[in-house]
T-cell receptor
Framework: DAGVIQSPRHEVTEMGQEVTLRCKPISGHDYLFWYRQTMMRGLELLIYFNNNVPIDDSGMPEDRFSAKMPNASFSTLKIQPSEPRDSAVYFC?????????????FGPGTRLTVL | QKEVEQNSGPLSVPEGAIASLNCTYSDRVSQSFFWYRQYSGKSPELIMSIYSNGDKEDGRFTAQLNKASQYVSLLIRDSQPSDSATYLCAVDRGAQKLVFGQGTRLTINP
């Protein structure tokens, strides 16, 4: 079975541009998580969904960030407008509701660079 | 104070020795604790979970938990170069949330 799929793997953009990151969770997984990882702040949870519904977005840094999950097999994280401080690796993770919280399957990540 | 704190390292250990990684947490309510390993350029992978005070062993890995001291550690025996990675401590905050430490970068020297 394919794991969590993220695209693009690398994104370089200029400040002020809109950036959209994509995630396809593992089929049958009810939970989807978006994380951001930087050297300064480590790995932080931004938002998570359960059955396509956003449950907790308290980690979203500001209004420039938005996330959607239109169906069970697709989610996006959008940054508009992007800023250099958004440069980070963004991970998507999923897990089934039958598994414990620690059993999150991480995608390969998207490395975002904002110039 | 950060909710989960780790020494960022780098921690350098000779091959065959014991590597000791430490983590402290601030929320006394936390009940579940985890260690993830992350190779450079890769995503985190779960290697150990611990829920009760004391030690839990899995192969060359031993997790230790002391809830009174709010302290979690990971010991790696007979360290191998393939153990070189960043180790992330994570605490279950409830409501599906994992809070991660900054990570400790471990290098095993042949």
């Amino acid at each position: 079975d394919a794991g969590v799929i993220q695209s693009p793997r690398h994104e370089v953009t200029e400040m002020g541009q809109e950036v959209t990151l994509r995630c396809k969770p593992i089929s049958g997984h009810d939970y989807l998580f978006w994380y951001r990882q930087t050297m300064m702040r480590g790995l932080e949870l931004l938002i998570y969904f359960n059955n396509n519904v956003p449950i907790d977005d308290s980690g979203m840094p500001e209004d420039r960030f938005s996330a959607k999950m239109p169906n069970a097999s697709f989610s996006t994280l959008k940054i508009q407008p992007s800023e250099p401080r958004d440069s980070a690796v963004y991970f998507c993770a999923s897990r089934p509701s039958t598994a414990s919280t620690d059993t999150q399957y991480f995608g390969p990540g998207t490395r975002l660079t904002v110039l | 104070q950060k909710e989960v704190e780790q020494n960022s390292g780098p921690l350098s250990v000779p091959e065959g020795a014991i590597a000791s990684l430490n983590c402290t947490y601030s929320d006394r309510v936390s009940q579940s604790f985890f260690w993830y390993r992350q190779y450079s350029g890769k995503s985190p992978e779960l290697i150990m979970s611990i829920y009760s005070n004391g030690d839990k062993e899995d192969g060359r890995f031993t997790a230790q938990l002391n809830k009174a001291s709010q302290y979690v550690s990971l010991l790696i025996r007979d360290s191998q170069p393939s153990d070189s990675a960043t180790y992330l401590c994570a605490v279950d905050r409830g409501a599906q949330k994992l809070v991660f430490g900054q990570g400790t970068r471990l290098t095993i020297n042949p």
